[in-house]
């Protein structure tokens, strides 16, 4: 599944995975069927180049293995959190105008926000595309994880629980969809579950 026209959606917002809060979250997330905007969902924070109504995504075809440690949707949350997965041509993507980094500028936060309000579309993040309203999970070609940083940075020794933990999340909502390595983009999913996807 994985190729040049793939694009993520982290669920984590740049924190590392939390098996607790990333499995409710995702739970939440599947029971609504879409990923929404700010607005869609009633929030008010924008703190970030999507403003209310754009949905970020990371478009894995700008990723190479090494933005791992770059400023970029790749490097602050696509590597480091459960992720949805979409075909890039499934969406209508926009590709916002890059501006260089302003994040930890004085008064960045701000022109953030006042760029999110654009009828155009900007980001610092060289990676970034953004998708208006929301996203319907029908769409959903499958859910990536951080697997060497879960095992390596937080201390997660027993992957294959959280693999099974997520298959069970998936089946109880009726979304049985592969699950995959973000790095090798290997697919992780148990016998059993595996199946079930033929």
């Known amino acids: ?43 008010t ?19 190479k293995k090494e933005d791992e440690n770059k400023y970029c949707a790749y490097g602050c949350y696509g ?3 459960l992720s949805f997965v979409f075909d890039k041509n499934d969406l209508e993507v926009i590709e916002p105008i890059l501006i260089p980094s302003i994040y930890e500028t004085e008064g960045g936060i701000k022109q953030m926000e006042k760029l999110g309000t654009s009828n ?18 029908s769409l959903m070609k499958g859910i990536a994880l951080p ?4 095992k390596d940075y937080y201390g997660i020794v027993n992957i294959d629980r959280q693999i099974r933990l997520i298959e069970d999340t998936l089946l109880s909502l009726n979304h049985i969809v592969p699950i995959y390595d973000i790095e090798s983009y290997e697919t992780l999913n148990t016998d059993s579950y595996t199946r079930r996807l033929k």
């Open 1 to 43: 599944m994985f190729g040049e026209e793939i694009c993520i959606h982290s669920i984590s917002n740049g924190l590392k995975y939390n098996e607790q809060r990333d499995v409710t979250k995702l739970s939440t997330i599947l029971r609504s069927n879409n990923l929404f905007s700010l607005r869609s969902q009633n929030r």
């Open 45 to 63: 924070t924008k703190h970030n180049f999507c403003g209310l109504d754009y949905i970020s995504l990371c478009d894995l075809s700008k990723v």
């Open 79 to 81: 590597c480091k959190s």
């Open 120 to 137: 155009l579309r900007y980001s610092d993040l060289f990676d970034e595309v953004q998708v208006k309203g929301k996203i319907s999970l």
């Open 147 to 150: 697997v060497r940083l879960m």
